[in-house]
């Protein structure tokens, strides 16, 4: 590991940008000590007070951690201290919840579509699956599990995409969106058995364009599915 002399205006930037290079290219890891500031600041050729603006940058930016006494550690990143923030938010803020259709819209719309390129035949089984147990559901007149299996069907789409922080992020933003429109779905799924049979021809097109391999076709019926509840919902939560 070989720090680069710094000869910019902006020197504590130009130490930021060489530490974030050595943690995304696997030279420092979560857990490892950072070198002591004033080791570092000899071998970077600056000062130490430029070594100091740095590492309060790095540490607000969520790359380390600073243990007085003990020293600057690499953090153990988690996607969900970023991701959780914001889903809270868009749960707990009224306007930003009906927003949140259009951002659901957008990104289920695309997960779709890469599910149909990625699946393989274990996971389009399991969306499968999971179809047949929410009409079981919706058969029963059980909106509760009805809801649950629909929630499932999306989780096992965005899985099949084998994009592990889409999947991440996709999963956390659904969970909190899930609770604040419960109550709404549930209407949804009893207030008309139209409204129940067209959810479910809807997620039957998903699944049957992700069997096939159609990725515009999964992507299409994924944005005419979220649309119809999109409006639906919409009205209940008027």
Request: aromatic fraction near 6%; charged fraction near 35%; proline fraction near 2%.
């Amino acid at each position: 590991m070989e720090f680069t002399p710094v000869k910019t205006r902006r020197i504590y930037e130009d130490i930021v940008e060489q530490i974030k290079q050595f943690i995304t290219g696997g030279e420092l890891k979560p857990g490892d000590k950072l070198l002591a500031e004033r080791e570092m600041a000899e071998r970077l050729q600056v000062s130490r007070v430029s070594v100091r603006e740095a590492i309060k940058a790095l540490e607000m930016l969520g790359f380390v951690d600073i243990r007085p006494g003990d020293g600057t550690f690499v953090r153990d990143t988690n996607t969900d201290d970023i991701i959780r923030p914001l889903a809270m938010f868009l749960a707990v803020e009224r306007n930003s919840l009906l927003d949140m259709f259009e951002v659901r819209r957008i990104f289920e719309t695309a997960t779709a579509g890469l599910a149909a390129d990625r699946a393989d035949s274990e996971e389009v089984e399991e969306i499968r699956t999971l179809l047949e147990k929410m009409k079981e559901g919706l058969n029963l007149q059980d909106s509760e599990k009805g809801e649950e299996f629909d929630t499932a069907f999306h989780y096992a789409v965005a899985e099949a995409t084998h994009n592990s922080l889409l999947t991440k992020l996709f999963r956390t933003v659904s969970e909190e969106f899930a609770k604040a429109i419960s109550t709404a779905r549930r209407q949804l799924f009893l207030d008309s058995p139209d409204n129940a049979q067209k959810i479910i021809d809807q997620h039957t097109r998903i699944y049957k364009a992700i069997k096939a391999r159609d990725s515009s076709g999964a992507s299409a019926a994924m944005l005419e599915h979220l649309t119809y509840a999109e409006l639906e919902l919409r009205k209940r939560l008027s």
